[in-house]
RNA sequence: GACCCCAUCGUCUAGUCAGGUCCAGGACGUCAGGUUUUCAUCCUGAAAACAGGGGUUCGAAUCCCCUUGGGGUCGCCA
């Protein structure tokens, strides 16, 4: 049997640290097998998908190495590889599951599903909503029917308390009990398939043998498994990797830490210290030695060798890491390459330029006017910020609320950047001046600096949201208590 | 809360599957020294862990059970 594995990231934002890492395990995975690696882009999405992402996110794994050998972009014998471009196939196997009596359409609407679910939690335990739960009679589905109203496609399910048990290649037999198995959606009310639908039927187009995933995954399983024994094909083998964890120990997130894989280019880490750290989260190599390239990776890759624990992403140990990397593994003139690629090259001076010209009378002053946007972190100190005259509790709301505000953009561009900060800054009743004066320091290190959101446009917004954190735990950060206070005040604003 | 996963130094881990060679080894970080005109690099050293309790066994970090702790899932997101 071929080994095919897969990396089917959602286009929805920034390439994350965790795609990669999921990306790296199934490259080596199929590598090692002599087999294929490919990229599937699930963007079924529709509301939060974007082509910007998608080209990000391909961006993101060549640059660390992990090319694919099948992909949209790429093309292969059992394409299109991009799902919004496969979705007649999931309407074809949604109608026949329905034909079968394996699935069912539902016309209940979000109003009915969420008093169910609360129904459910005082009742009981379980909140998984089974075919009984969202039966309407005949007469109803006709009404409901006739009046146009949006109906979705859901999977049968049992019943009855029993259990599924799942083969994973790390974790042996897994039992999960079916009471905690909803009636899954197959087919949304747009005629998108969801993750669960679309992935068991490209899995199977595609050929996919093994299934390299997250750990999320693990409850989903069972409604995976009745799927391809709906449909009469073998499941590839599940492999559930350990998530990749924040400091206090959650899953990685950006609302805690940078995870998107341009923040740590971004910062100046280089792709081959990057891809041999993640190696390195829940993988060790079999000598136990710290620093190793994709190839060698490859060369002793085991999946066995993973353990479960779920590793915390320690920016330090990638920092030294990256520092063996540039000393030894580079010459001073490929380092001087990578400079040059990095930030030093022609466009990004002229992405530059536009911002510093009218400030420059010698060629000189450009360093010092735009050395913050090259830098990772800035040296910042609390009496940078008394200079601004205002209070202390003044400055970390303004930077807080921004925060929490830049936590929720989408749409990076210096305009609606712009829009945000000054419609928190009406809402606080604030001259913008005043209220922009700590982003400056936050972000440029200074008040004398060309436009704030330009900076932040150029940074990106992983650098940004990092140096807004950086700089309130400068000013002595923001206590469970105090936090508790301005996000309830944050809400009074409805700036979201 | 229910269900599932996981559990070795602060962090990443080796050792666990095939129990003894482990009063637990390496790495990051920390601390103390040394080399270097400073800093960094580099070198040497130190502190630092088998979550707890029961079993099984001549013998348990390793196998089993319970407890505790952490995490995940419970969406017309993936």
Redesign the pocket.
């Known amino acids: 049997m071929t080994v095919r594995t897969r990396i089917?990231?959602?286009p929805?934002g920034d390439p994350h640290v965790g795609t990669a890492y999921i990306a790296l395990f199934n490259w080596c995975f199929a590598r090692a097998h002599g087999g294929q690696f490919l990229l599937r882009i699930?963007?079924?999405?529709r509301?939060?998908s974007t082509p910007e992402s998608e080209g990000a996110i391909m961006d993101a794994l060549r640059w660390l190495g992990l090319q694919w050998d099948e992909g949209p972009d790429v093309g292969g014998a059992v394409g299109p590889y991009r799902?919004s471009e496969r979705s007649a196939l999931y309407v074809r196997f949604a109608e026949q599951l329905v034909e079968e009596g394996k699935a069912f359409r539902?016309?209940?609407?979000?109003q009915e599903?969420e008093a169910l679910?609360v129904a459910r939690?005082k009742a009981g335990?379980?909140?998984?909503?089974k075919p009984s739960d969202l039966h309407l009679d005949d007469a109803e589905v006709q009404r409901r029917k006739v009046a146009g109203q949006?109906?979705?496609i859901r999977m049968q399910v049992p019943e009855d308390a029993g259990?599924c048990v799942i083969e994973?290649m790390?974790?042996?037999?897994?039992?999960?009990?079916w009471?905690?198995v909803?009636a899954?959606?197959l087919l949304?009310?747009?005629g998108?398939?969801?993750?669960?639908l679309?992935?068991v039927v490209d899995d199977h187009l595609m050929g996919i043998s093994h299934v390299l995933r997250?750990?999320?995954?693990?409850?989903?399983a069972p409604k995976h498994k009745l799927l391809y024994e709906y449909l009469g094909w073998d499941m590839p083998q599940l492999c559930?990797l350990?998530?990749l964890?924040n400091?206090?120990?959650?899953?990685l997130?950006k609302r805690k830490n940078p995870t998107g894989v341009f923040y740590y280019q971004r910062m100046g880490y280089l792709p081959e210290a990057l891809v041999n750290y993640l190696g390195?989260?829940?993988?060790?190599m079999?000598d136990?030695r710290?620093k190793f390239s994709l190839a060698e990776m490859l060369a002793e890759f085991d999946i066995?060798?993973?353990?479960?624990?779920?590793?915390?992403?320690?920016v330090?140990?990638l920092?030294?890491?990256n520092?063996?990397w540039m000393?030894d593994s580079l010459e001073a003139d490929e380092l001087a390459d990578r400079l040059v690629d990095w930030a030093y090259n022609r466009d990004n001076l002229m992405r530059v330029l536009p911002h510093v010209r009218q400030r420059m009378q010698t060629l000189s002053d450009f360093a010092p006017l735009t050395a913050f946007l090259v830098a990772g972190e800035l040296p910042l100190t609390e009496s940078q910020f008394d200079d601004l005259n205002q209070e202390r509790d003044v400055i970390l709301r303004s930077l807080q609320f921004t925060l929490w505000r830049l936590e929720a953009q989408v749409d990076w561009t210096r305009d609606s950047l712009f829009a945000e900060l000054k419609h928190l800054a009406d809402a606080l009743d604030l001259k913008l001046k005043a209220f922009l004066a700590p982003l400056f320091i936050a972000i440029a290190g200074s008040t004398a600096s060309f436009s704030v959101v330009d900076a932040m446009a150029l940074l990106g917004p992983d650098m940004s949201r990092a140096r807004i954190r950086r700089a309130i735990e400068v000013l002595g950060g923001v206590s469970k208590k105090a936090a508790k206070r301005l996000e309830r005040k944050y809400r009074t604003l409805h700036v979201d």
Not at 280 to 284: A, D, I, K, L, Y
Not at 304 to 314: A, C, M, T
């Open positions: 089917a990231p959602s929805t699930e963007d079924t999405d509301a939060r799902q539902c016309y209940r609407t979000a599903l679910r939690r335990n379980s909140v998984a909503l949006p109906c979705v259990y994973d790390l974790r042996g037999t897994i039992k999960l009990d009471t905690m909803d899954q959606i949304k009310s747009d998108m398939p969801t993750y669960h679309a992935n997250g750990e999320e995954w693990i409850n989903s559930h350990p998530l964890r400091p206090d120990k959650s899953k997130s390195r989260m829940g993988w060790s079999p136990e710290e066995q060798r993973v353990s479960l624990g779920g590793p915390v992403f320690d330090e140990k920092s030294w890491l520092g063996l000393r």
